[in-house]
T-cell receptor
Framework: GENVEQHPSTLSVQEGDSAVIKCTYSDSASNYFPWYKQELGKRPQLIIDIRSNVGEKKDQRIAVTLNKTAKHFSLHITETQPEDSAVYFCAASTPTPRGTSYDKVIFGPGTSLSVIP | DAGVIQSPRHEVTEMGQEVTLRCKPISGHDYLFWYRQTMMRGLELLIYFNNNVPIDDSGMPEDRFSAKMPNASFSTLKIQPSEPRDSAVYFC??????????FGDGTRLSIL
């Protein structure tokens, strides 16, 4: 089955610097890669996602890149702010057999990002 | 849109007691998921439903765990009997067809 690894497990950056979180996946059939942000005591919230037919997607200060050949994808946050401090989860979604419409999602272990003012 | 609603937000109970967690998915969503989150194991998918029918319960840890979805707007996750190692945050999520999933605020469960 699919396995998603995520690095680093913790990351500290100075406010204004960039942060990069990297994930690898094992199943070459995976075709959808969402990123979730979870603030302390809150629920995971989708912040950006990318599909396998796209190499890069950007939304203001957040961007995600995908390398299908190498089976890895990354989250880039530029001009970090204290409110970016949270745990970030990557995930990979693998199509299930024909006849079902749900793609099984496997989450990475998470990266705890701290932005130091 | 009210989002996914879970209750209770916090539950503290003694070992051996029955625990029932509740979830109301977003109206119109046809998939509902139950997750468990711990520091050690991260986010684990326990079970998911499609159109109120359980599709995959391979993540349910033991027979002590059971889940139901009697209608499109309500689901329960029950633990009986509860054990201290069941302590975790339990999230419910829903989606319309394929991704993305929308999570509820979770239930923080403590078994003493």
């Amino acid at each position: 089955g699919e396995n998603v690894e995520q690095h680093p497990s913790t990351l500290s950056v100075q406010e204004g610097d960039s942060a990069v979180i990297k994930c690898t996946y094992s199943d070459s059939a995976s075709n959808y890669f969402p990123w979730y942000k979870q603030e302390l005591g809150k629920r995971p919230q989708l912040i950006i996602d990318i599909r396998s037919n796209v190499g890069e997607k950007k939304d203001q200060r957040i961007a995600v890149t995908l390398n299908k050949t190498a089976k890895h994808f990354s989250l880039h946050i530029t001009e970090t702010q204290p409110e970016d401090s949270a745990v970030y989860f990557c995930a990979a979604s693998t199509p299930t057999p024909r006849g079902t419409s749900y793609d099984k999602v496997i989450f990475g272990p998470g990266t705890s990002l701290s932005v130091i003012p | 849109d009210a989002g996914v609603i879970q209750s209770p937000r916090h539950e503290v109970t003694e070992m051996g007691q029955e625990v029932t967690l509740r979830c109301k998915p977003i109206s119109g969503h046809d998939y509902l998921f139950w997750y468990r989150q711990t520091m050690m194991r991260g986010l684990e998918l326990l079970i998911y439903f499609n159109n109120n029918v359980p599709i995959d319960d391979s993540g349910m840890p033991e027979d002590r765990f059971s889940a139901k979805m009697p209608n499109a707007s309500f689901s329960t996750l029950k633990i009986q009997p509860s054990e201290p190692r069941d302590s975790a945050v339990y999230f419910c999520a829903s989606s319309l067809g394929r991704q993305p999933q929308h999570f509820g605020d979770g239930t923080r469960l403590s078994i003493l």
